[in-house]
């Protein structure tokens, strides 16, 4: 139907929209979606017995457990490698560091607490970037038929009224809107230094556009919008970043991002972080502050800028 068709419109053009209908039916599809798992969560409640086999176990010095992952590639927005892997080593436990003085373990960390304590504890290892992070699960989650693959999934679901969130070795300078995986010192404010250079992990610097749809909402949502769609894409290495809100569905917890709205700094720099809490499957670009983290150790590896 053309507009001079209208009933009541023969001599002017009208505000209609055509597409109304669409996107009504497409939010009645995704509500539909979201009761269908909070059913689930319901009728599958966690058997408190089974809690400790999902807990991240803690990696104390000298563990060596790890899940060797082949063929990793992040792509950017404009389809250009920015990391690749032939093979990657990945953690089985988290990392932590024991206080000597109280005789007490920690296993929360900074982005530059992390990456400091991979080159003095951990040789070889290094702190992941988000891109990286979020191939890490893609490729978890393909094959999470394996009880191997699939304990390490889970090791990013909340459980028990805990928050699983995990630091990532990646920047967001929203007044510069860079994104910034593998920071170097001058990335950050306050004279905050990081051996990220040191370790020979390259600084890779990726443009984003943002608007005034960049504000806290459903991952579904967000990659409808074009420069919200680059910057996901840039932001997590994945061309369909699509698959997070799969990995938000197997945990029942749907994907969920967290813009700069949700954060005082977001004029300044913000970290990246992902995991569950006991609602959703969150990836957050917020202030940085101490979470979990994990080691991983590149075999071959081959730097693309």
Not at 117 to 143: H, Q, V
């Amino acid at each position: 139907m053309i507009d001079n068709q209208v009933l009541g419109q023969r001599t002017r053009k009208t505000n209609i929209d055509y597409g109304l209908a669409d996107k009504l039916n497409a939010e009645v599809k995704e509500e539909e979606r979201l009761r269908k798992l909070d059913k689930g969560k319901k009728k599958n409640p966690e058997k408190e017995e089974d809690i400790w086999k999902l807990w991240p176990p803690i990696e104390y010095p000298g563990d060596t457990g790890f899940i060797t992952l082949e063929d990793i590639t992040c792509i950017g927005a404009d389809g250009k490698v920015i990391e690749h892997y032939d093979e990657l080593r990945v953690r089985k436990s988290i990392a932590c560091t024991h206080d000597d003085v109280r005789g007490t373990y920690d296993n929360n960390f900074t982005l530059e607490e992390g990456a400091e304590y991979f080159d003095k504890e951990d040789k070889g290892w290094f702190l992941p970037s988000m891109a990286l992070t979020c191939n890490i699960l893609a490729k978890l989650y393909k094959r999470k038929d394996d009880p191997a693959y699939h304990e390490l999934l889970m090791q990013y679901r909340n459980i028990a009224g805990d928050s699983f969130e995990y630091n990532q070795n990646t920047l967001i300078h929203w007044d510069a809107e860079g994104i910034i995986h593998y920071p170097h010192n001058n990335d950050f404010t306050g004279g905050v230094k990081v051996n990220n250079k040191s370790l020979g992990l390259e600084r890779k610097y990726l443009l984003f556009h943002a608007n005034d749809s960049f504000k806290d909402t459903w991952l579904w949502h967000a990659v409808k919008d074009k420069e919200y769609l680059r910057f996901l894409q840039n932001l997590t290495g994945l061309q369909d970043p699509g698959i997070l809100s799969e990995i938000g569905d197997y945990y029942q917890r749907p994907a969920h991002i967290y813009g700069p709205t949700s954060c005082s700094e977001s004029a300044n720099i913000t970290s990246a972080y992902l995991g569950c809490d006991d609602r959703v499957f969150d990836i957050t670009t917020m202030k940085r502050r101490k979470m979990y983290i994990r080691g991983v150790h590149a075999i071959n590896y081959a730097p693309m800028m």
